[in-house]
């Protein structure tokens, strides 16, 4: 029966857990909110260990709090982390992308910087500072960093943020054994929609949305073990599911994957989703990373990174990435119909559309269409934000204690 | 083989991927069809593979299109061949491409992205075919991207 407004108004017949209020996809404050209580605090991936080997490799990131930051590593192979913003006069210092480079000098009045942080070069300082100003008072802006679960090189902007293995706590123990050999990026892009970031995490985050892939169809829901696979709920808003044989030859024109994943079963497939917004994706061949990065209400850069074996062969390789590209490439037959979805649920909940509710109602014992995954992230959003995602504009309001269940 | 023949072989190409008309394109291709979607990334300092099909992996590619939920704001793709360097029985193409996407609903055009191709054209037939097409991607942010090749 359709609905009258008040129908449409009023909360869907779920307990408070089950549904969200779509404000929290669009409200200008609460997306502020967001950036100071859950991503500043938060550790992120802001890249891969391969992609700064050598000494003075650079790597820019912005993060989603939007400070943009260097990553860089030292003489002594270490790698840290730092503001991007000259302590002069706020210029950017580097603008590439990714480079190497002994020194850092903003191109502005060429205050140089090394890759500790330390200022080694004030143009004419003592003619203009005299006594009163030096390198010393001139260091970079460092973040917290730390590289672990896979090489990923990770930052936290809170100086008193507990440690990364403190935070990830035991959610990476599932993918930890097939994390041992070392690894190598080989594919990123970056896609912007127009959608909140949180309705791309809930994608990664649930598989009933399978139906609007019909590789998956053809190749997991139809296929035994599917509805076996569970999702697992961890401290901190992470979540993980559990594997099954993937039979990739269903799909009319591919086969079975030839190059596997050390330890990992044949068409193996495992997910953690990780609060606030990252996903590890390992499936049969191939490493997806995606990162989230919120640019506003409305709108999201994804970050996505394609990672196979540093040890590969150029055979294996090869072949890890036709793998890759087959359903996660840009032109790829599964992330297209993804970023189609999203796309299409940021139109639908932008802001003034009247949306309303959206239901994650499903109950299955945790099995992999039960929407359990996206109820945990929301208890742990509303925790940390000090709002219910069912009622977000009623301060203080807490999610109920059963919220995970 | 004038030069015009195998030029309007490269805009034939883009007129019938334009108008998804994907027999009439590999009629185009020759048996030995190899199609690439490459890239640099300045982010990741490599060279990525986006995209790599013989002929029967395009055939695959497009006969499995309708079995999947893609975006329908046609693509149009404006060619301009820059150089044709004959050897023979093949000819090295290139060419700039753009490739402009049109919204369904009230009709909006954006540029979609930045491309080169490159073709080798083979000439030792009555007509001349593609023997290989690299799209030399210069765009790497393709939004929600899409399901049919540049």
Same mark, same amino acid.
């Given at each position: 029966?359709?609905?009258?407004?008040?129908?449409?108004?009023?909360?869907?017949?779920?307990?408070?857990?089950?549904?969200?209020?779509?404000?929290?996809?669009?409200?200008?404050? *609460?997306?502020?909110?967001? =950036?100071?209580?859950?991503?500043? @605090?938060?550790?992120?991936?802001?890249?891969?260990?391969?992609?700064?080997?050598?000494?003075?490799?650079?790597?820019?990131?912005?993060?989603?709090?939007?400070? @943009?930051? *260097?990553?860089?590593?030292?003489?002594?192979?270490?790698?840290?982390?730092?503001?991007?913003?000259?302590?002069?006069?706020?210029n950017t210092i580097l603008y590439d992308p990714a480079g190497n480079a002994k020194r850092m000098t903003c191109i502005f009045h060429q205050w140089s910087f090394d890759a500790r942080g330390n200022c080694i070069d004030i143009s004419r300082a003592e003619q203009g500072y005299q006594d009163r100003f030096c390198k010393e008072?001139?260091?970079?802006?460092?973040?917290?960093?730390?590289?672990?679960?896979?090489?990923?090189?990770?930052?936290?902007?809170?100086?008193?943020?507990? @440690?990364?293995?403190?935070?990830?706590?035991?959610?990476?123990?599932?993918? !930890?054994?097939?994390?041992?050999?070392?690894?190598?990026v080989f594919h990123f892009n970056r896609a912007i929609v127009e959608t909140n970031y949180k309705l791309w995490h809930d994608t990664n985050s649930e598989f009933y949305h399978d139906f609007v892939h019909y590789f998956n169809r053809i190749t997991g829901m139809m296929q035994p073990g599917y509805y076996e696979r569970k999702y697992?709920?961890?401290?901190?808003?992470?979540?993980?599911?559990?594997?099954?044989? *993937?039979?990739?030859?269903?799909?009319?024109?591919?086969?079975?994957?030839?190059?596997?994943? @050390?330890?990992l079963a044949p068409g193996g497939w495992y997910m953690v989703d990780l609060f606030p917004g990252m996903t590890y994706n390992l499936r049969t061949s191939v490493l997806r990373i995606d990162t989230a990065i919120?640019?506003?209400?409305?709108?999201?850069? *994804?970050?996505?990174?394609?990672? /196979?074996?540093? !040890?590969?062969?150029?055979?294996?390789?090869?072949?890890r990435i036709f793998d890759h590209n087959t359903i996660w490439g840009p032109f790829g037959r599964n992330l297209h119909e993804d970023l189609l979805a999203v796309h299409g649920q940021g139109r639908a909940m932008r802001e003034g559309t009247d949306s309303r509710y959206v239901i994650h109602g499903r109950e299955e014992n945790s099995t992999i269409h039960d929407e359990v995954g996206m109820r945990h992230f929301?208890?742990?959003?509303?925790?940390?934000? /000090?709002?219910?995602?069912?009622?977000?504009?009623?301060?203080?309001?807490?999610?109920?204690?059963?919220?995970?269940a | 083989m004038e030069r015009s023949q195998i030029e309007e072989l490269v805009y034939r190409s883009c007129l019938a991927l334009d108008d998804r008309d994907f027999k009439g394109f590999l009629a185009l291709c020759d048996a030995a069809f190899r199609y690439k979607v490459t890239v640099y990334s300045p982010e990741i300092r490599k060279e990525m593979v986006w995209l790599d099909h013989d002929r029967a992996g395009m055939e695959?590619?497009?006969?499995?299109?309708?079995?999947?939920?893609?975006?329908?704001?046609?693509?149009?793709?404006?060619?301009?061949?820059?150089?044709?360097?004959?050897?023979?029985? !093949?000819?090295?193409?290139?060419?700039?491409?753009?490739?402009?996407?049109?919204?369904?609903?009230?009709?909006?055009?954006?540029?979609?992205?930045?491309?080169?191709?490159?073709?080798?054209?083979?000439?030792?037939?009555?007509?001349?075919?593609?023997?290989?097409?690299?799209?030399? =991607?210069?765009?790497?942010?393709?939004?929600?991207?899409?399901h049919i090749p540049f």
């Open positions: 029966m359709a609905k009258t407004a008040a129908d449409w108004n009023a909360p869907p017949k779920f307990p408070a857990s089950h549904y969200v209020d779509s404000r929290i996809y669009t409200d200008q404050q *609460i997306f502020a909110e967001e =950036m100071d209580k859950l991503f500043k @605090p938060s550790w992120i991936i802001a890249c891969h260990e391969s992609e700064i080997v050598n000494a003075f490799d650079y790597r820019l990131f912005t993060h989603p709090t939007g400070v @943009p930051l *260097i990553l860089v590593r030292g003489d002594d192979m270490k790698v840290r982390s730092f503001y991007n913003i000259c302590p002069h006069r706020g008072d001139a260091g970079l802006r460092e973040v917290k960093c730390d590289i672990g679960f896979g090489g990923f090189v990770w930052v936290n902007l809170d100086d008193s943020c507990a @440690p990364l293995k403190d935070y990830i706590g035991g959610a990476m123990d599932i993918l !930890s054994p097939y994390m041992v050999e070392p690894m190598e697992t709920a961890f401290p901190n808003g992470h979540a993980t599911v559990g594997s099954m044989n *993937i039979q990739y030859d269903k799909y009319e024109g591919s086969k079975e994957r030839s190059v596997g994943w @050390p330890g919120p640019l506003g209400p409305n709108k999201v850069a *994804i970050e996505f990174r394609g990672l /196979g074996l540093k !040890s590969d062969t150029p055979q294996q390789r090869a072949q929301y208890a742990e959003w509303s925790r940390r934000m /000090g709002r219910a995602a069912y009622d977000p504009m009623r301060e203080g309001r807490r999610e109920p204690a059963r919220a995970a | 695959t590619l497009f006969t499995n299109l309708p079995r999947h939920n893609s975006d329908h704001a046609p693509l149009v793709r404006h060619a301009t061949v820059y150089t044709v360097k004959m050897n023979g029985t !093949s000819a090295e193409v290139v060419s700039a491409l753009q490739v402009f996407r049109t919204q369904l609903d009230g009709g909006a055009t954006e540029l979609f992205g930045v491309a080169r191709l490159i073709d080798t054209v083979k000439l030792d037939g009555g007509a001349p075919k593609l023997a290989s097409r690299v799209v030399r =991607m210069e765009t790497r942010q393709l939004g929600f991207g899409s």
